[in-house]
Nanobody, 120 residues
């Protein structure tokens, strides 16, 4: 079992920055962020591999968000810049072992989520 705990969400204004953190109870090979806006399905945001060098982003956040992980490989960060009202969502941390993936179904372990609200 891998336990995940997110932190760092909050209420900000459009154009502001926010950094989310997710700490895992172990060191999964892949860690990712997903988000779910009200009335919408959960969607992939970003993922990072073991080394931290290999990352993927959704088109909607590319160039604005940066995912990284610490040297202990147990914490993943999501630096969110130039936030927009459409970024408002519940952000989930997810983890998996094995091959890299960007689909919700591929991730076995999930956090409870942290709310990000961006006002216009």
């Amino acid at each position: 079992q891998v336990q995940l705990e997110e932190s760092g969400g909050g209420l900000v204004q459009a154009g502001d920055s926010l950094r989310l953190s997710c700490t895992a109870s172990t060191s999964p090979s892949n860690m990712a962020w997903f988000r779910q806006a009200p009335g919408k399905e959960r969607e992939f945001v970003a993922r990072v591999g073991w080394s931290g060098d290999i990352t993927d982003y959704s088109d909607s956040v590319k160039g604005r968000f940066t995912i990284s992980r610490d040297s202990a490989k147990t914490t993943v960060y999501l630096q969110m810049n130039s936030l927009k009202p459409e970024d408002t969502a519940l952000y989930f941390c997810a983890a998996k072992f094995g091959l890299a993936a960007t689909t919700e179904e591929a991730y076995r372990y999930w956090g409870q989520g942290t709310q990000v609200t961006v006002s216009s």
